[in-house]
């Protein structure tokens, strides 16, 4: 059975910064393309930043230059590493494959909470 566990969210100050895990378990990880997504309610949900199995990346305009993706084949476990959060960023972010359907399984995600 899939699990994607996603952890590291919480309560920052605008300007702060935070790092998201995500732990897949997923036999086939390293080959696949995966991204974080966030939410926020009442709006769709959003791909925040992708990266492929190589380490090709792409983010969403709003969070270039602050937000970086990696992976860690080994481990399973992909990252986001946030800085300079703006109140904006406030959701609740999620991992999944790239690309990913409202249909497919998802995680509980991981709140974070950017106060101004």
């Known amino acids: 059975q899939v699990q994607l566990v996603e952890s590291g969210g919480g309560l920052v100050q605008a300007g702060g910064s935070l790092r998201l895990s995500c732990v897949v378990s997923?036999?086939?990880?390293?080959?696949?393309?995966m991204a974080w997504y966030r939410q926020v309610p009442g709006k769709q949900r959003e791909l925040v930043a992708g990266i492929t199995s190589s380490g090709s990346t792409r983010y969403t305009d709003s969070v270039k230059g602050r937000f970086t993706i990696s992976r860690d084949n080994v481990k399973n476990t992909m990252y986001l590493q946030m800085n300079s959060l703006k109140p904006e960023d406030t959701a609740v972010y999620y991992c999944?494959?790239?690309?990913?359907?409202?249909?497919?399984?998802w995680g509980q995600g991981t709140r974070v909470t950017v106060s101004s």
């Open positions: 999944n494959r790239d690309p990913s359907h409202e249909s497919d399984y």
């Open positions: 997923i036999t086939a990880f390293a080959i696949m393309p």
